[in-house]
């Protein structure tokens, strides 16, 4: 089960690495501003620093996953703390944007070997009431992971520098990396000696490369652009060809039967909009936090902690309760809390202070921590019991895919109302941040509605035989 003398050292190690590159998606927030000034870099150049990211992450979570099953979870889990390791010295040391933005992307590719281990590894070394407890508290590690994660990056940006944010994870990575070799066993999953589905990664990969892509040159540039023109363009054609692949495939990455399923594709929805609702808009927040009050990254940071801080909470206290309300009814709900949270904070006007936010942001962490935690267990009712691995990946992709696609359409929004992106006088941030906070308020409310309406478990849908318990879900 484990090695050395501690039982709970594996524990040590998966949430070590688990939060580690959980923090990497939001620590960036707060140093931003930062960063665009030492690289001169665009705001486009800044969207795709977010983007990168979580685009890798989202590509390869799945075929990560099936990796990790087939050639051994330790190995894989080690093979992406070390090069989560490397992509982030080379982040600390970029030169300039470009360098950055391609080491972000390997950090992602990493991440996503790291993320999609982790929990199957919890569930190797634990049995019975020690995996309740290891579970729970990897749970409370990941959701803390998004608060810290930005007050974080706000310290090390204003006491040391923005290049910390990625440098830190070095001795983080090495201690992780000691841990998890002396005491974390090898395990397999039921899909051992089984192939990798390449070709549907790639045409995956291609699509959302390219329509994010495609997304923020719109912006930049114009829609009739003959590069956005042809970026969309090549993500219809990754779209179908990656359709044309899973339906041929004998091992798909996505069974497209699945998304057949009324209540499993109203629910993948739900895992695009929510991401994309309740944290996208923070890039733009933050900007407007810092360049336009002219705080301080730390006090940028404080400013946009309690929506994290009310979904910890909630998701805590109210653990027992959500088990109580069936998982399509919570994952609706809190969606709808997510998108009025949104909406309130249409509040903002040139004149604002950073209290604005406050309502606004509380409303939405209750939310989040209404409909995260029991996410996945409303697409393992939602699909087939064979299938339940599947249906757990696809929520975690489709989550940090809405991320990614997040920043670049709000992105775009508020370039429209703001002259550069990061440049322009206080009424024009908070037109643009209002033209933003409306798309992803009635957007979430939209899909909540879609959710209520489709996610409940037809009667057709249901097949006999044994649910795999479903594996918790951090809070991203």
């Given amino acids: 089960m484990t090695r050395g003398n501690g039982k709970w050292w594996p524990l040590f190690a998966v949430c070590l690495g688990n939060f580690m590159l959980l923090i990497d998606v939001t620590i960036v927030v707060a140093s931003l501003p930062q960063m665009a000034g030492d690289l001169d870099a665009g705001f486009s150049d800044l969207q795709w620093v977010m ?18 099953d087939r050639f051994g979870r330790r190995r894989v889990y080690v093979l992406g703390l070390s090069g989560f390791a490397l992509a982030s010295l080379v982040c600390g040391l970029a030169p300039n944007a470009g360098v950055l933005i391609a080491a972000r992307a390997v950090q992602g590719l990493a991440a996503a070997a790291t993320l999609a281990t ?91 490369g390219a329509l994010t892509y495609g997304l923020i040159r719109g912006g930049e540039e114009s829609w009739g652009d003959a590069g956005t023109v042809g970026a969309l363009a090549a993500a219809a054609l990754a779209l179908a060809a990656f359709v044309a692949v899973e339906l041929r495939s004998p091992a798909p990455l996505l069974d497209l039967a699945l998304m057949r399923r009324p209540s499993f594709a109203a629910l993948m929805a739900a895992a695009l909009v929510l991401t994309a609702s309740a944290f996208a808009h923070y890039t733009f927040t933050m900007l407007w936090l810092q360049n336009v009050l002219g705080l301080s990254p730390i006090r940028a940071g404080l400013a946009v902690v309690p929506m994290a801080a009310s979904a910890f909470v909630t998701a805590g206290a109210g653990g027992r309760l959500w088990q109580r309300v069936p998982a399509w009814a919570a994952v609706g ?25 406050l309502p606004g942001l509380i409303v939405s962490g209750v939310g989040v921590g209404m409909a995260v935690p029991v996410l996945v267990s409303a697409a393992l009712q939602a699909a087939p019991p064979e299938r339940a691995g599947m249906a757990s990946g696809a929520v975690n992709t489709f989550r940090q895919l809405g991320y990614a696609l997040g920043v670049a359409v709000l992105g775009t929004l508020f370039a429209t109302r703001v002259s550069g992106g990061t440049s322009g006088t206080p009424a024009d941030f ?36 044994p649910v795999e318990a479903p594996v918790p879900e951090p809070a991203a």
């Fill in 430 to 465: 908070a037109a643009g941040l209002d033209l933003v906070y409306v798309t992803a308020g009635v957007a979430a409310v939209l899909t909540a509605a879609l959710v209520v309406l489709l996610g409940r478990p037809r009667a057709a849908e249901a097949a006999p035989g």
């Fill in 51 to 68: 983007d990168a990211y979580a685009l890798a992450l989202a590509a390869l979570l799945m075929a990560a996953g099936a990796a990790g």
């Fill in 333 to 357: 709900g809190g969606l709808f809390l997510i998108g009025a949270g949104t909406l309130a904070l249409t509040a903002i006007s040139a004149g604002s202070g950073r209290s604005v936010l």
């Fill in 118 to 208: 982790n929990a199957p590894l919890l569930a190797a070394a634990y049995g019975g009431r020690d995996r309740g407890v290891a579970f729970g508290v990897w749970g409370a590690v990941s959701g803390a992971a998004s608060a810290v994660g930005v007050l974080l990056g706000g310290v090390l940006t204003e006491y040391v520098d923005w290049r910390a944010i990625f440098l830190v994870n070095l001795p983080v990575s090495a201690l992780a990396l000691l841990i998890t070799w002396r005491t974390v066993a090898e395990s397999h999953g039921p899909r051992e000696g089984a192939g990798i589905d390449w070709p549907g990664t790639v045409t995956f990969t291609a699509c959302a």
